[in-house]
C-alpha cells in the first residue's frame, strides 16, 4: 500500500497534526491567481435546506468552516469529524470562540457510527484518495444520507500540480513526491464521477479554476518537504532552497498548473 492510504503513516506523520496540511494551504493562499478561495467557493455548491444535519469526514484543522463563519445558518446541526485526534483537537480549537454549537467526533469513514438517513449533506473535502477501502466509504455515505441528500466530494485532476512534479525530478528524480501515489491516480475528476454513479442518483461534476504563480522559494520549500519522504529533510532542506531560487531567478515565477474540484452526488 502506498504512504497516501496507509492509515498508520497518515495519523502518525503526515496528519498526526495540521502542520502538513498548513504547509499546503499558506502556498495556495499566497499565491493563488484566484483571489476568491477554495473554501468559500466550495461553500458556495453547498445547497442546503433552511434546518440541515451536516457531516464533514476528514474535517482537518477545520479550514472549511473558519473560512466560512459568516455564512453558517444558527439552525445547521454541524459534526466535523476525522480519523485523526490531532486533527479534531485542532478543529475544535481553532472553532471554539465561533457561536456556532459544532459537534466533533473521532471518526474512520470507513465505519461511520450514525444511522440510516441521519444527514442532509455529508461532504468529503479532499479526503476519499486516503482511505484504504473507498467503496466502505462511499456505501456509509450514501447509507447515512436522507432521501434526496447530497455528498459534496472534492478531488484533483489529472493536471494538478504537474509542473511541481516535473520540478521535484529535476532537484532529484528519486524523490518520493505524493506518498507513492498521486491523489489524482486513486480517485480523480476524470474517472471519479463514474465510481460515485454506483452508489448516487446524479453525480455532477464542478471545477475550481485556478493556477499558483510562485515568486518566493521559502514556502514552496515547505509544501514540498511536507509532501515528501526526502530522507534527511533538514539537511536537504538548504539543498532544495539554493534549487528553488535558481528557477526563481531564471523564470522570475514558478508557474503550476492546479485542477480541482468537486462532485455534487444526488441520492435517491
Not at 469513514?109 to 440510516?116: K, L
Request: charged share 25%; hydrophobic share 40%; with cysteine.
Amino acid at each position: 500500500m502506498s504512504k497516501i492510504a496507509d492509515q498508520h503513516y497518515l495519523l502518525t506523520d503526515q496528519y498526526r497534526n495540521a502542520t502538513n496540511l498548513d504547509a499546503r494551504v499558506r502556498l495556495h493562499v499566497l499565491f493563488s491567481t484566484n483571489k476568491y478561495g477554495w473554501n468559500r467557493w466550495y461553500f458556495d455548491r453547498l445547497d442546503l435546506p433552511p434546518r440541515a444535519r451536516i457531516l464533514e469526514l476528514g474535517c482537518g484543522p477545520g479550514h472549511l468552516w473558519r473560512d466560512n463563519l459568516d455564512r453558517i445558518s444558527a439552525n445547521w446541526d454541524v459534526t466535523l469529524s476525522d480519523f485523526s485526534a490531532g486533527m479534531v483537537r485542532q478543529a475544535e480549537e481553532k472553532l471554539r470562540k465561533h457561536k456556532h454549537p459544532f459537534r466533533y467526533q473521532i471518526i474512520d469513514a470507513q465505519s461511520v457510527p450514525f444511522d440510516d438517513n441521519t444527514f442532509d449533506a455529508v461532504i468529503a473535502n479532499h479526503m476519499l484518495y486516503h482511505v484504504p477501502d473507498r467503496s466502505k466509504v462511499l456505501s456509509e455515505m450514501r447509507r447515512i444520507l436522507k432521501h434526496n441528500g447530497q455528498a459534496y466530494v472534492a478531488t484533483n485532476g489529472d493536471d494538478h500540480l504537474r509542473e511541481l512534479y516535473d520540478l521535484i525530478q529535476r532537484f532529484d528524480p528519486s524523490v518520493d513526491f505524493g506518498w507513492g501515489q498521486r491523489a489524482h491516480e486513486i480517485f480523480s475528476l476524470s474517472s471519479g464521477g463514474e465510481e460515485l454513479l454506483r452508489w448516487f442518483q446524479r453525480v455532477e461534476a464542478r471545477r475550481y479554476d485556478d493556477a499558483l504563480i510562485v515568486t518566493e522559494a521559502e514556502p514552496l520549500v515547505d509544501y514540498i518537504l511536507s509532501m515528501t519522504t526526502i530522507e534527511s529533510a533538514t539537511t536537504r532542506r538548504a539543498e532544495l532552497k539554493r534549487f528553488i531560487e535558481h528557477e526563481l531567478s531564471a523564470r522570475g515565477s514558478i508557474h503550476i498548473a492546479k485542477d480541482s474540484g468537486l462532485f455534487v452526488c444526488l441520492a435517491t
